[in-house]
Nanobody
Framework: QVQLVESGGGLVQAGGPLRLSCAAS????????MGWYRQAPKKQRELVATITSGGSTVYADSVKGRFTISRDNAKDTVYLQMNSLKSEDTGVYYCYARRSTGWGASRDYWGQGTQVTVSS
């Protein structure tokens, strides 16, 4: 099992920065991809950014150039630096981890979510 604990959410004014952190614990070996998803009210959960253990990143088009994902493999922690925040970035941000379980299989884990509210 892998436990993911997010921190860093809160209320911020439009245009401001915010940094999210997510620490993984438990059976963290073989975690390949970590990242962030978000869910706005009455909308589906959507990808924000992911990063592999090798440092390859994927970003949603809506956050490219504003958000930066990074990872400390030694600490099993992933970060999301969010700059130039917009009201449409408001939502619950969920940490995500994918762990290889062998034989080509994997298992996904989710954090409990942290609220990010951007006021205009």
């Amino acid at each position: 099992q892998v436990q993911l604990v997010e921190s860093g959410g809160g209320l911020v004014q439009a245009g401001g920065p915010l940094r999210l952190s997510c620490a993984a614990s438990g059976s963290t070996f073989n975690i390949n991809t970590m990242g962030w998803y978000r869910q706005a009210p009455k909308k589906q959960r959507e990808l924000v950014a992911t990063i592999t253990s090798g440092g390859s990143t994927v970003y949603a088009d809506s956050v490219k150039g504003r958000f930066t994902i990074s990872r400390d493999n030694a600490k099993d922690t992933v970060y999301l630096q969010m700059n130039s925040l917009k009201s449409e970035d408001t939502g619950v941000y969920y940490c995500y981890a994918r762990r290889s379980t062998g034989w080509g299989a994997s298992r996904d884990y989710w954090g409990q979510g942290t609220q990010v509210t951007v006021s205009s």
